[in-house]
């Protein structure tokens, strides 16, 4: 099998450092302590959903943290691929957090909103607008790396849907001083948890979808085949595999029978054809084809070894 080792990897991506999100950790383990002993002390669910929803983003962005400092490291001859995966590795455990705490709010939202109980609303509106503050400084200094990367978009997304919890468990503590509407508190904590779920399961299956080896969703295999066996001296294109080493690298590896016996140099010219064709219409930036000529196989697009 012969692999092109001309990678085309784009280097204008933008450069993540990990200082913004170290400084999110410790911003969020601030946020974190007070939520949680002004909750024990004011009696106010949202606002100890709302800490635990806080804690789960200090367990993701340490995870992130540590995914993002991994996956600079260099392949070696035990690992040839590095930890290139280890990003979505962890936004796939930052979303299943994500699902598995907004549950939990749901079903301690109900049982609340069944016994309400009088909420001490001040300490709300105060611990709100701090945590409101915090969250709005971290999502600020995440906002850019969010775009390019998946792992950090999965602690980004933490990051935002605390903020807007804050910001309604702010209306929540307002409405609980100014009208005594106490049951206010648990269907802001089942409304928090609602939309959880709804971006957590979001991030869960695109990351799952890496994981699992999915031809990604932007590329479709057929016009690839195509494309590829309309190009000069090529009988046909099969076995092929496409799937997502991480953000950065899309792959593809397939045989290619020719229509006659070629030399390896021709092969040399007819791959750089693929190569860029591959690289402009699909996005694909790493390519590996065996070449074949007369050989009796599968020559099925898609063969389950």
């Known amino acids: 099998m012969i692999e092109n080792h001309a990678h085309n990897h784009s280097h204008s991506d933008h450069e993540l450092t990990g200082r913004s999100l170290l400084f999110s950790i410790f911003l969020n383990i601030g946020i974190t302590i007070a939520q949680v002993i002004g909750g024990l002390l004011s009696g106010s669910l949202s606002l100890l959903s709302d800490a635990l929803h806080n804690f789960s983003d200090v367990i993701s962005l340490i995870v992130s943290f540590f995914a993002n400092r991994l996956a600079k490291r260099e392949a070696s001859i035990k690992r040839t691929f590095g930890f290139k995966r280890a990003e979505i590795m962890a ?42 503050l915090g969250n709005g400084l971290s999502v600020l200094l995440l906002k850019q790396d969010s775009k390019v990367n998946m792992n950090m978009r999965s602690a980004y997304l ?28 648990s269907m802001l904590t089942f409304a928090i948890a609602i939309y959880l779920i709804i971006v957590g399961y979001d991030l869960l299956k695109r990351s799952f979808k890496v994981l699992m080896l999915y031809t990604p969703d932007t590329i479709e295999v057929k016009e690839i085949v195509n494309t590829i066996n309309a190009l000069p001296k090529i009988k046909s294109i099969h076995h092929i595999h496409v799937w997502q080493l991480n953000e950065k690298e899309t792959h593809l590896e397939a045989h290619i029978d020719f229509n006659s016996d070629i030399q390896v140099s021709e092969f040399g010219e007819v791959l750089h054809t693929i190569e860029d064709v591959l690289q402009k219409e699909f996005g694909i930036n790493h390519v590996t084809l065996q070449p074949e000529y007369g050989k009796e196989d599968n020559k099925d697009i898609i063969v389950q070894d």
């Open 158 to 185: 933490h990051l935002i849907t605390d903020l807007m919890a804050s910001i309604a468990v702010l209306i929540g503590g307002l409405l609980m001083k100014y009208y005594q509407l106490f049951w206010v508190d």
């Open 91 to 132: 936004a796939f455990i930052n979303a299943a957090s994500l699902v598995v705490i907004a549950i939990i709010l749901v079903f301690e939202a109900i049982e609340r909103l069944q016994n309400p109980h009088k909420i001490s609303a001040n300490i709300v509106i105060i611990l709100s607008v701090v945590a409101i």
